[in-house]
């Protein structure tokens, strides 16, 4: 076994741990989220929105970090595999801009507090800027092909 190719192995074993390490983790925030919201906080429709809409992106990003291991392993599926991240990335987008820009302007709006849309505003453009690069990652694969 060549030097490069053990190389190679050793990198994709370390992606592969720090993918699943990343995906539990974001598992592990939302039960304990979802835990800690329905065990204090009396349910709502709000509240059933927000948490519904949370799971969603949760399983965006462990889609997408499937999507990612796929293309780490198979390069030369790179340009499906990039479509099909832009088009998580620009769902995970919606949703968390759905929620965060409307509640953080009703919170703003019921209390003296015109920062909250600013982090609402921070909150939505995070994967916005995200679908941004991976965009322009697809874009330059379309023209070097």
Known sequence: ?????LWVRKHH??????LLLGSVVFLAIGLWATILLLLTVQ????????LLGGWLVLGGIAASAITLWQIIRSPQQ?????RRLQWLLGGITIIIAAISLTFSYLWAES?????LIFIGLFVAAMPFAC???V???????KQQA
């Not at 709502?44 to 929105?49: F, G, N, Q, W």
């Not at 209390?111 to 920062?115: C, F, S």
């Open 1 to 5: 076994m060549s030097k490069s190719s």
């Open 13 to 18: 074993l370390v992606l592969a741990i720090s």
């Open 43 to 50: 349910p709502t429709v709000s509240l059933i929105l927000v």
């Open 78 to 82: 790179v340009t499906r595999g990039v």
């Open 111 to 115: 209390g003296d507090a015109p920062g």
């Open 131 to 133: 679908w941004v690069l």
């Open 135 to 141: 965009s322009v990652w697809q874009l330059t694969l």
